[in-house]
């Protein structure tokens, strides 16, 4: 692949990359199998907060895909590895669904609107005006503004969903102050995946579907970068960013004899 140390373990995005519309991307279930096989380390990386890796590893199983929740990290899981490390056992009031509420309760955290250390906002469906004006009052008041991921919009069956991304810049406008992004294209994202699975950047591969999350966080943790054409960035739009991908493949079928 080059001149880097052979690939050990792997890192991939979840979404135009396994799976698109809720279809697995042809191939991705050899790949996952022969991943599964060799007793390589992997994770399944996703900046969705909604779901736990329980919940999204029985998704992808209905897709065809056989991936344990051990293998899954997101940016929920990130976002609670990092206030762990930051504030071990404090207090935040979260806007979110059981991906991020469960993620921080597993690590001790209380979940409140009374004085809390910081305003954790997620991935939601139902974004509530009334729970957004709380979370700009609290920020006012002195907690500090963490984002689980900047994604301004989200994928639907009747089209795009404002997103983490976009909420915050709501709050930022009222507040003035802008969050911490634990997410991608934050290489913190990747670290703590990396950290997860006992795994070195020199030998770690991170295959994605955008240049602008997926690649440009790899890339600047080290990791050999795969883009794959399956899913948000196009070949033709590689040239219009200042860096690239270490390798550029079709899909993910592509991969399999490399594991």
Not at 9 to 35: K, N, T, Y
Not at 241 to 246: A, D, E, G, K, T
């Amino acid at each position: 692949m080059s001149d880097r140390r052979p690939i050990q373990c792997w890192l991939s995005d979840m979404d135009g990359v396994l799976v698109h519309e809720g279809q697995p991307v042809p191939g991705a279930d050899e790949f996952i199998r022969r991943l599964s096989a060799s007793g390589k380390r992997f994770l399944v990386l996703t900046n969705n907060s909604i779901y736990t890796p329980r919940d999204l590893s029985v998704r992808l199983r209905a897709a065809g895909l056989d991936v344990p929740e051990s293998a899954i990290w997101t940016s929920a899981l990130a976002t609670a590895r990092f206030l762990a490390d930051q504030r071990p056992e404090g207090s935040a009031y979260v806007i979110g669904e059981a991906g991020l509420t469960t993620a921080l309760h597993e690590i001790g955290y209380v979940l409140t609107d009374l004085d809390p250390d910081y305003v954790v906002l997620g991935e939601t469906r139902t974004y509530s005006f009334t729970a957004i004006t709380r979370a700009i009052r609290l920020i006012e008041n002195g907690a500090r503004f963490i984002a689980t991921n900047p994604d301004a919009v989200g994928p639907s069956n009747e089209g795009s969903l404002p997103a983490c991304g976009a909420v915050a810049a709501m709050i930022t406008k009222a507040t003035g102050v802008d969050p911490y992004f634990v997410g991608k294209p934050n290489p913190m994202m990747m670290r703590s995946a990396l950290n997860q699975i006992d795994a070195h950047s020199e030998s770690t591969a991170m295959i994605g579907d955008r240049m602008d999350t997926d690649v440009v966080c790899g890339m600047e943790a080290g990791l050999h970068t795969i883009l794959v054409l399956t899913g948000v960035t196009q070949k033709e739009q590689i040239d219009r960013f200042p860096f690239r991908p270490s390798q550029v493949v079709a899909s993910v079928a592509d991969l399999i004899e490399y594991v």
